[in-house]
């Protein structure tokens, strides 16, 4: 986590010289402990979004057109890494806005051909394979 800590750390400050940042920053993350850590992180220097229901995985969640045009406005957008967010490889979003939290591990990422089933809460079972990292770093 000090990792991801100093890339969000290091992205907003890029991000607040740039100008007009007197204003509060947009953040949207694709989960919530990266919701977590960039509010702790920014302060009052940005709005975290973190939009998904609270009651679907993250991982599997699919963001409505209205949803993925406010991560499309967004001054920057906090990826996990290991395609956790599985739709962000479908949509338009501007690869300048993109932070992957795990890059600097990405070499480190298994990919794996089967994986245990499980769930998430009350959500149906599933397994994670083929681990990889399309986000950009």
Same mark, same amino acid.
């Given at each position: &986590? ?14 607040? &010289? ?57 001054? &920057? ?42 769930? /998430? ?6 397994? /994670? ?9």
């Amino acid at each position: &986590m000090k990792n991801t800590a100093r890339i969000i750390g290091l992205c907003l400050c890029l991000v607040s &010289m740039a100008p007009g940042a007197a204003e509060r920053l947009t953040v949207y993350t694709v989960n919530y402990p990266l919701q977590y850590f960039a509010e702790r992180i920014a302060g009052d220097h940005a709005e975290v979004v973190f939009p998904a229901p609270a009651d679907i995985d993250p991982a599997f969640w699919k963001p409505d057109a209205a949803t993925i045009g406010a991560y499309q406005r967004a001054d &920057m957008v906090l990826l996990n890494g290991a395609d956790y967010a599985k739709w962000v490889g479908q949509v338009s979003l501007s690869r300048r806005r993109l932070v992957n939290t795990s890059s600097a591990f990405a070499e480190q990422l298994i990919r794996t051909e089967t994986g245990i089933a499980h769930s /998430h809460g009350a959500g149906d079972q599933h397994a /994670h394979t083929n681990y990889g990292d399309s986000y950009p770093n």
